[in-house]
């Protein structure tokens, strides 16, 4: 027996005394090499491109951000008309970055819920508390402002007149022989943020269900002093009016 055969064949026999696998003839590994390069040889283009596919893999993990951190708000789940009262169902959460969070905007659904919208939404329109009957529809109107709820002696004129709409509200009195005098412009260039024509139910700041000709407007101090009880005064009856009109009034200080 040549005497390299004999020192393997002697390895192999003491391996499986150990437990040990017996050790693989050079040859054996040889063939696995080869095999290799064969099927690289081969399939050259096949390995190039999923060498491609792992360098991209690698590359695109390495560029992307990590996730935003975005924070839950509501929008309406379809589109909404003003006057409407909300139900959990007309509202969907939706998810936006930090920075283009606005300011009032509802993250709580159960809280929005039975509240009254002052004006339409679209679908998908995130919900604040501007667009909601209450004190937030005085959300960036002048210091001092006051929501002013007044009766109009025409109940049918509301459907003329909408939330975000400029009016001038006045005032006709009737003198002691029923004859009617000079009207007066209480308030100028008022904008109007709810009207019972728009389907108005009661909300936070009437505490009766009697809103048929009611509007609600923003008005400055001045303008809420001499509103207040005028309907006692004689009949309330509102003009639409136009920015430029408002910007008139401005100047001269109505």
Same mark, same amino acid.
């Given at each position: ?110 809280? +929005? @819920?039975?509240?009254?919208?002052? *004006?339409?939404?679209?679908?998908? #329109? %995130? =919900?604040?508390?501007? &667009? $909601? ?12 402002? +006051? @929501?002013?709820?007044?009766?109009? *002696?025409?109940?049918?004129?509301? #459907? %003329? =007149?909408?939330?975000? &709409? $400029? ?19 209480? *308030? ?67």
């Amino acid at each position: 027996m040549p005497a390299a055969l004999f020192r393997t064949s002697l390895k192999n026999a003491t391996s499986r005394r150990s437990g040990r696998r017996p050790l693989a003839p050079p040859a054996a590994g040889r063939r696995r090499r080869q095999r290799l390069a064969g099927w690289l040889g081969r399939n050259r283009r096949l390995a190039a491109a999923l060498l491609l596919c792992l360098a991209a893999g690698i590359t695109v993990h390495q560029l992307t951000p990590p996730p935003a951190y975005t924070m839950t708000v509501f929008a309406a789940a379809r589109d909404l008309p003003a006057g409407s009262s909300l139900a959990v169902q007309d509202l969907q959460e939706t998810h936006i970055p930090p920075d283009l969070m606005a300011d009032g905007a509802v993250r709580n659904g159960s809280e +929005a @819920a039975g509240k009254q919208l002052a *004006a339409p939404l679209r679908k998908g #329109q %995130l =919900v604040t508390d501007a &667009q $909601l009957l209450g004190p937030g529809l005085l959300a960036g109107t002048p210091p001092g402002s +006051a @929501a002013v709820p007044l009766r109009m *002696a025409d109940p049918s004129s509301i #459907q %003329l =007149v909408s939330p975000g &709409q $400029l009016v001038n509200v006045v005032l006709t009195r009737a003198n002691t022989h029923d004859q009617q005098s000079p009207s007066e412009i209480l *308030a100028s260039a008022v904008p109007v943020l709810w009207t019972s024509g728009q389907g108005g139910k009661t909300g936070q700041w009437l505490g009766t269900g009697e809103t048929d000709g009611l509007i609600v407007v923003a008005a400055s101090p001045g303008q809420a002093a001499r509103l207040a009880g005028a309907s006692t005064q004689g009949k309330l009856f509102f003009v639409l009016v136009g920015p430029q009109t408002a910007e008139a009034a401005g100047r001269s200080g109505g």
